[in-house]
T-cell receptor, first 113, second 118 residues
Framework: DTEVTQTPKHLVMGMTNKKSLKCEQH?????MYWYKQKAKKPPELMFV???????INESVPSRFSPECPNSSLLNLHLHALQPEDSALYLC????????????FGQGTRLTVV | AQKITQTQPGMFVQEKEAVTLDCTYD???????LFWYKQPSSGEMIFLIY??????QNATEGRYSLNFQKARKSANLVISASQLGDSAMYFC???????????????FGKGTMLLVSP
């Protein structure tokens, strides 16, 4: 099983809403990632969790709040987003070593209205 | 400075022909991994092929091969016998051995959009 599952696939939310993105993997990977991708651009790293602890936060605004409840699950809580936050949000997981690939989910297409 | 450079914003190829997508990288690390991902319009990033810095032979995975020239710091993707389903965005990426905050992360190039015509 090399699958990373993300839900929902599409999300439309208002600027005052609170919503959560979910990500799940069962490959025994101890590293999980959130990326943000704007149209026709490469993914940009937001957060890295290693062994369920936040290892990297790429200066992401606090309206994005990650959570790793266990080694298989990763959430991204969204609150008071701006229209410019509309993007494809990708979750990925991997082993930690430099010579291992990361597996990505299908992403959540988020639109903030 | 960019760590991964993909100089071809778009490439066109006819079905059944081979195509090469360029990628150059910049690192001072001895240990690093180079990866190619395919991203169709659906959005999922699909892992295609991997080349490690210590690997002496070029990686191959089915119709995909990686032309690794270490001295030139290039890792070009070659797709043989293109198919219509190969139309997608292709990203070259690198993971370095040097660890920041205890972890090595993927750095992506800007991508190349490949269109395969009948």
């Amino acid at each position: 099983d090399t699958e990373v599952t993300q839900t929902p696939k599409h999300l439309v939310m208002g600027m005052t809403n609170k919503k959560s993105l979910k990500c799940e993997q069962h490959m025994g990977h101890r590293a999980m990632y959130w990326y943000k991708q704007k149209a026709k651009k490469p993914p940009e790293l937001m957060f890295v969790y290693s062994y369920e602890k936040l290892s990297i936060n790429e200066s992401v605004p606090s309206r994005f709040s990650p959570e790793c409840p266990n080694s298989s699950l990763l959430n991204l809580h969204l609150h008071a987003l701006q229209p410019e936050d509309s993007a494809l949000y990708l979750c990925a997981s991997s082993h930690g070593q430099w010579n291992t690939e990361a597996f990505f989910g299908q992403g959540t297409r988020l639109t903030v209205v | 400075a960019q760590k991964i450079t993909q100089t071809q914003p778009g490439m066109f190829v006819q079905e059944k022909e081979a195509v090469t997508l360029d990628c150059t990288y910049d690192t001072s690390d001895q240990s690093y991994g180079l990866f190619w991902y395919k991203q169709p319009s659906s959005g999922e990033m699909i892992f295609l092929i991997y080349q490690g810095s210590y690997d002496e032979q070029n990686a191959t995975e089915g119709r995909y091969s990686l032309n690794f020239q270490k001295a030139r710091k290039s890792a070009n993707l070659v797709i043989s016998a293109s198919q219509l389903g190969d139309s997608a965005m292709y990203f070259c990426a690198m993971r370095e051995g040097l660890r920041r905050s205890g972890y090595s992360t993927l750095t992506f190039g800007k991508g190349t959009m490949l269109l395969v015509s009948p």
